[in-house]
């Protein structure tokens, strides 16, 4: 038995299989595309579409039906039910062994705090704590512990009886789901582009403060340009400049009309993305290293849904958790490193409850670091996670976290 913490009454059948039975398959269609198939609201191909279905998703037949060229089904898959040729689907034995490849069965977190050990054995060591109402991708099942991936660097066994599981495939989308899906993502990347321009915004302002404050007063005196030259002068302790330093002995713009007119002052180019550095001893003021940490953050989150691939450090093609970090934060000029125990060294370590959006938390086997995930706030964290879910957001105590880090303030 587990300790008492750990403990909630046993479910007895607590699986939630969309098949019970190989029979089941019977009325089970996997879609086989190159990409995908319209489905429409009659057997033809005249039809109004209501939705699609991408390669490899799972539908449920409800009947055959003879239709425009050939063989019809009309399927329900997710929320669009609808008419699709049967010539683009596999059922039966065929269905049934695709379906178990491309399903991935999901376990839920039942209690408190649930002990996730090396082995199928309740004497086996404890590799970290998982929290209630946490999901992860199930492996499989040993002596009624389930075999859990928590990312794709830890692994572990949790007790059947203090989780709830479920298979999940991918199914079809209706034309307004698909729309949605488009408008979330649009949405991202917009309040990603408001956000940098935020920040770039926030340093231009800051950059000419800086050139204002610290800049040298020229000063015009015979023998330069149009018979005058330009001495910069520096302000006086009070900030004003001498009568000498506001005349010049010829006024190049009025041709020489008259001999006492202000200095003028030198065009500056606009300024293009200051030089920021951050951390201990750089110059990024409170209010930049807040806005760089919103922006960040929505940075991020424009690549939810991108691939996870080892060894990988593209944001869109595939990364892995320390290349994901590296790559959001070379984009704001901050060199972190590539692993995830270099990260954890090069930033300042913080404890890991004043951990900010846009810092970073990291999780160990026994005493090595082995993955990195970015804050985001409201106790979440982003990060390419493993192969089967890719880049997703999970709660930041998904697996407990040994380190915080930061290199932004």
């Known amino acids: 038995m587990e300790r008492a913490e750990d403990l909630v009454l046993s479910v007895s059948e607590n699986r939630l299989w ?3 039975a190989p029979e089941d398959y019977q009325n089970i269609a ?3 595309v190159s990409d995908y198939v319209n489905i429409r609201q009659e057997p033809s191909v005249s039809g109004q579409i209501v939705g699609k279905i991408y390669n490899n998703c799972a539908a449920t037949i409800l009947r055959t039906v003879e239709g425009e060229g ?3 089904y009309q399927i329900q898959s997710g929320n669009v039910s609808g008419y699709i040729k049967a010539q683009y689907f596999i059922t039966g034995a065929q269905a049934e062994a695709v ?3 491309i399903g991935t069965e999901y376990a839920t977190i039942q209690v408190t705090s649930l002990r996730l050990r090396a082995e199928p054995d309740l004497s086996a060591p404890v590799l970290t704590t998982l929290p209630q109402g946490a999901e992860y991708v199930m492996l499989g099942e040993t002596n009624h512990f389930a075999h859990l ?3 794709e660097d830890l692994e572990g066994y949790a007790s059947m009886d203090y989780i709830t599981t479920r298979i999940e495939f991918r199914q079809a989308v209706s034309l307004e789901e698909e729309a949605a899906k488009f408008a979330e993502e649009a949405k991202r990347k917009q309040e990603a582009a408001a956000a940098l321009q935020n920040l770039e915004e926030i340093k231009m302002v800051e950059a000419k403060n800086d050139l204002a404050t610290n800049s040298w007063n020229p000063a015009l005196t015979p023998g330069g340009m149009d018979g005058a030259t330009v001495t910069m002068i520096p ?3 009070s900030g004003q400049t001498s009568q000498d330093s ?3 002995a010829a006024n190049p713009l009025g041709n020489g009309d008259n001999p006492q007119v202000p200095a003028p002052i030198p065009s500056t180019a606009p300024l293009d993305s200051p030089d920021v550095s951050y951390g201990l001893g750089g110059n990024a003021s409170s209010a930049m290293v807040s806005a760089t940490r919103t922006a960040m953050v929505a940075y991020a989150k424009q690549f939810l849904g991108n691939p996870y691939v080892y060894g990988g450090s593209s944001l869109t093609q595939g990364a892995d958790c320390s290349g994901f970090v590296m790559r959001i934060y070379e984009h704001f000029g901050i060199q972190t490193g590539r692993n995830s125990r270099e990260q954890a060294a090069n930033g300042r370590m913080i404890a890991i409850e004043a951990v900010q959006p846009g ?8 005493d090595t670091i082995n993955h990195v995930a970015i804050y985001i706030g409201g106790g979440q964290v982003i990060h390419a996670a493993s192969a089967k879910t890719g880049i997703i957001i999970s709660p930041a105590n998904y697996r407990t976290p040994c380190r915080a880090v930061t290199f932004l303030d």
Do not use: C, H, M
């Open 18 to 20: 969309p098949v019970a």
């Open 30 to 32: 996997v879609s086989q």
């Open 70 to 72: 050939g063989n019809w």
């Open 99 to 101: 379906a178990r490849e």
């Open 149 to 151: 991936s928590v990312d």
């Open 235 to 237: 302000k006086s302790a």
């Open 246 to 248: 506001q005349t010049i």
């Open 359 to 366: 810092d970073l938390l990291f999780y160990a086997s026994g």
